[in-house]
């Protein structure tokens, strides 16, 4: 079957660093997605990573290995806005996205 | 561009009620989708559309119908609603090149309750 895993909840202090980790098991692989939720919205675009390697968007940092299944999410320079859930979701050969149940990251002062 | 929009936000269903949950996009995007969201679960595809007139089941389309028949539109229809669809209901559109690759942008969600 095809299964995502990722913890279901983490914390950290404003200013530190944080590293979600997503393991996936798919029938096929067309890359990974991350995506930011908080409370009571709708799911927004993070990173996208198909090729194995760290890729970088300002405080946001996206990192993947096919031939473990395996890829994170590093946070940096923590701010309290980053409180959220961060969902990981791995497209399978039929192009269709699994999703994991999501990280809910608790930042504290 | 207001992007995608879902009508209504809330709602609260007897069982056995009918409802119909609607999507617009903005941002000419074929591939129209629905999911649901439960506690302690990923998004769970319900059905979803490649373009106008085009609708195909997700993992999870039992109870549920859609139609798109305009391309900016996706309707999801409940016939007769169960305590067990209770939950969260996302729409999202992505771009014309279509494929699972692609960017998928959300709406605010649906949050709908069925006693």
């Known amino acids: 079957g095809q299964n995502i895993d990722q913890p279901t909840e983490m914390t950290a202090t404003e200013g530190a660093i944080v590293q979600i980790n997503c393991t996936y098991q798919t029938s096929g692989f067309n890359g990974l997605f991350w995506y930011q939720q908080h409370a009571g919205e709708a799911p927004t675009f993070l990173s996208y990573?198909?090729l194995d390697g760290l890729e970088e968007k300002g405080r946001f940092s996206s990192f993947l290995s096919r031939s473990k299944g395996y890829s994170y999410l590093l946070l940096k320079e923590l701010q309290m806005k980053d409180s959220a859930s961060y969902l990981c979701?791995?497209?399978?050969?039929?192009?269709?996205?699994?999703w994991g149940a999501g990280t809910k990251l608790i930042i504290k002062p | 561009n207001a992007g995608v929009t879902q009508t209504p936000k809330f709602r609260v269903l007897k069982t056995g009620q009918s409802m119909t949950l609607l999507c617009a996009q903005d941002m000419n995007h074929e591939y129209m989708y629905w999911y649901r969201q439960d506690p302690g679960m990923g998004l769970r595809l319900i059905h979803y559309s490649v373009g106008e007139g085009t609708t195909a089941k997700g993992e999870v389309p039992d109870g549920y119908n859609v139609s798109r028949l305009k391309k900016q539109n996706f309707l999801l229809g409940l016939e007769s609603a169960a305590p067990s669809q209770t939950s969260v209901y996302f729409c999202?559109?992505?771009?014309?090149?279509?494929?699972?690759?692609?960017?998928?942008?959300f709406g605010p969600g649906t949050r709908l309750t069925v006693l």
């Open positions: 999202a559109s992505s771009l014309p090149s279509g494929g699972g690759t692609d960017t998928q942008y």
């Open positions: 979701a791995a497209v399978d050969s039929n192009y269709q996205l699994i």
């Open positions: 990573n198909v």
